[in-house]
């Protein structure tokens, strides 16, 4: 079966050139999701352990909101020169993790797809000008919505500590099955 295991944007299959064959690509997709798993799991270790402890979800939101940030920068400390993990999301809760043009083209596109029924859960590699990108869509599970689901479902005290931290705040309101975000990689190509 010769099923190739991510997807290509228009855009990025315009500009692909020799050296981005599909067999280097898939390495790429490979390589960014070791990454990407590497901050997926210490979220999700962290994130299980509060709400186990206190399943309200406050212990697990006041978790969030102080050590998310440290940790993925603590993540990224270990990684090679040149290797970066984010996450982001359309509608945000921490401005400083904003999407750009082809983060927002990503999701989007995951988005239609999940309308139309055609959504798989894949890892999807793009180019950004030498370097590739390795996007994971972050799926919204039940757990999820302790924080991220309706507003009126949400625990007041994890919601006025929400408030608090994130004045701003767009991430509520999802349903299991939407997208909430992606982890994205973004490594260097070897030219
Ligand atoms: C206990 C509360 C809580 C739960 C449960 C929770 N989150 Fe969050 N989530 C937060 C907080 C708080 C932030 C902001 C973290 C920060 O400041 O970096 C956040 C941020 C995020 C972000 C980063 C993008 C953004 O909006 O800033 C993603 C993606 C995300 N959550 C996905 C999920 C997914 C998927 C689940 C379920 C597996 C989940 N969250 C469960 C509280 C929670």
Known sequence: MK??????????????TAAEA???????????????????????SN?????????????????????????????????????????????LRNPRDKADATDIEVMKKM????????FKKKPVVM??????????PLMTQKACLK?????????PKVAELIKKNYPQDRATGFKEGDLRGVIVAELPVDQ
């Open 22 to 44: 599909p067999a280097d690509k898939q390495a790429v997709a490979k390589e960014g999701v070791g990454y990407i798993k590497q901050l997926g799991k210490e979220l999700k």
């Open 147 to 155: 924080c991220h689901g309706p507003v009126e479902k949400i625990d």
């Open 3 to 16: 099923k190739i295991a991510f997807t290509l944007s228009m855009a990025a299959a315009v500009t692909l």
């Open 47 to 91: 994130l299980k352990k509060y709400l186990k402890q206190d399943p309200s979800g406050l212990q697990a939101a006041y978790f969030c909101s102080k050590s998310a940030q440290d940790l993925t920068q603590k993540v990224n400390a270990k990684f090679p020169k040149g290797v970066t993990v984010r996450r982001t999301a359309l509608k």
């Open 111 to 118: 988005e239609a797809q999940i309308n139309a029924g055609t």
């Open 127 to 136: 180019d950004v000008g030498g370097k590739a990108r390795v996007y994971v």
